[in-house]
Each structure stands twice: as C-alpha cells, then as structure tokens.
C-alpha cells in the first residue's frame, strides 16, 4: 500500500477535491495522510477523506520523508506562499522529499508557469488522474 500526503493550507478546499477523488479511484490501493498548513485545513481534508491528519511545521517537515507521493498545489514547493503559511522549512522538505510530487499548477504567487495550461481546478484534477500519474506510482493497470 502506498502512502499519499496531500498537502494544503488555507481552508483545505483544494486538497479536500483531490481526497475525494483519490479515493474514488484508488481507496483499495493507498492511504492518504491529509497535512494542513493550518488545522482548518486539515480539519477538512479529513473530513474529505483522508485515512489520518496533521498540522503545522512539523507535521509536514516529518511526513514528507516518509510519503511514496506528495500532491497539492504547486505553492507546497515555494516558500512563503499562501499568504505565508507555507513556511520556508515546509517547502525545502517538500523539494527534498525522495518522494515522487504530483503538482497542481495552482498558485496565488507572483509566478507564471509558462506553457500550462490554465483550466479549473476540476479539469487539471481529471487530467491529472487520466494521465497515469497515480497509477504509475501505485502500481494500479
């Protein structure tokens, strides 16, 4: 069984969508640990779904080492993003996670990312389902 961390801040909602939809296709084959760069977050990605939960600094910095997969909005991997609850610890043990990331090219930031597409979230979602993403990480034909 593989582990998947997703990580969010603010109010959770987008890792709240991701959970959901994790679980539809994949709840046999993985456990989700919902880290929340708040207990908002959290909170909500729990109820969303995810097998277990925490919050904060730590939370994160620990449970990146451990993660088969790590999936959130691109902000997880930039310091001070989020209105700065993404801490700059929080985004180096991101990047450095031997985990594979699975990014969301969602961002608040000043930042552009060029040649990405810019569809809602639902969409960059279901393509990032169907393109085997997942199912190359968890073994799942």
Same mark, same amino acid.
């Given at each position: 069984?593989k582990t998947?961390?997703?990580?969010?801040?603010?109010g959770?909602g987008?890792?709240? @969508?991701?959970?959901k939809? +994790?679980? &539809?296709?994949?709840a046999?084959l993985? $456990?989700?640990i /919902?880290?929340?760069?708040?207990?908002?977050?959290?909170?909500?990605?729990l109820?969303?779904g995810?097998?277990?939960?925490?919050?904060g600094?730590?939370?994160?910095?620990?449970?990146?080492?451990h993660?088969?997969?790590?999936v959130?909005?691109?902000s997880?991997? @930039?310091?001070?993003?989020? +209105?700065g &609850?993404?801490t700059?610890g929080?985004? $180096?043990?991101? /990047?450095s996670?031997?985990?594979r990331?699975?990014?969301?090219?969602?961002?608040?930031?000043?930042?552009?990312?060029?040649?990405?597409?810019?569809?809602?979230?639902p969409?960059?979602?279901?393509?990032?389902?169907?393109?085997d993403?997942l199912e190359?990480?968890?073994?799942?034909?």
């Amino acid at each position: 069984m593989k582990t998947i961390v997703v990580i969010d801040g603010q109010g959770g909602g987008i890792g709240s @969508i991701i959970i959901k939809k +994790l679980k &539809e296709g994949y709840a046999e084959l993985i $456990e989700i640990i /919902a880290l929340g760069t708040n207990a908002v977050a959290t909170a909500n990605m729990l109820k969303a779904g995810a097998n277990r939960g925490a919050s904060g600094q730590n939370a994160i910095v620990q449970t990146s080492q451990h993660a088969d997969i790590i999936v959130g909005p691109i902000s997880i991997v @930039i310091a001070n993003a989020m +209105l700065g &609850e993404l801490t700059p610890g929080m985004a $180096e043990a991101v /990047a450095s996670s031997k985990a594979r990331k699975i990014l969301i090219p969602l961002s608040q930031e000043n930042i552009a990312l060029v040649g990405v597409s810019s569809d809602r979230l639902p969409k960059l979602i279901e393509t990032m389902l169907a393109e085997d993403l997942l199912e190359l990480a968890t073994g799942k034909e």
